[in-house]
């Protein structure tokens, strides 16, 4: 079972940011899409932000989805070497709050159920 390596939690004031990192798993077959969601306490796991990092050109290396609350705030991005992928958060919000998980899948990006692996999760605790 493959568990993705994530780094980056913390606590933070609103307004604040914090840049999440997850590991490019290199198992047998390199994933297509890779994303992050995240649980508040009480609450289901939604997706955050989601990069396609495969190499269908008529897709297009790097095009990314968005949870409508984060669009203007978070940034999904993938490193030069193609074994990061970042998530650079700003102007946190309370929120924000909530534990972060790193994903990966081998089908495409566009709906969130492309995950086949999962990170241990970060804990990203924003205060008012």
């Known amino acids: 079972q493959v568990e993705l390596v994530e780094s980056g939690g913390g606590s933070v004031q609103a307004g604040g940011s914090l840049t999440l990192s997850c590991a490019v798993p290199?198992?047998?077959?390199?994933?297509?899409?890779m994303g992050w969601f995240r649980q508040a306490p009480g609450k289901e796991r939604e997706g955050v932000a989601q990069?396609?990092?495969?190499?269908?050109?008529?897709?297009?290396?790097?095009?990314?989805v968005y949870l409508e609350s984060v669009k203007d705030r978070f940034t999904i991005s993938q490193d030069s070497d193609k074994t990061l992928v970042y998530l650079r958060m700003n102007n946190l919000k309370s929120e924000d709050t909530g534990m972060y998980y790193c994903?990966?899948?081998?089908?495409?990006?566009?709906?969130?159920?492309?995950?086949?692996?999962w990170g241990q999760g970060q804990q990203v605790t924003v205060s008012s």
């Open positions: 290199s198992y047998r077959s390199r994933p297509n899409c």
């Open positions: 990069i396609y990092i495969g190499t269908d050109r008529s897709i297009g290396t790097g095009s990314t």
């Open positions: 994903a990966s899948g081998r089908k495409f990006c566009g709906l969130w159920t492309f995950v086949d692996y």
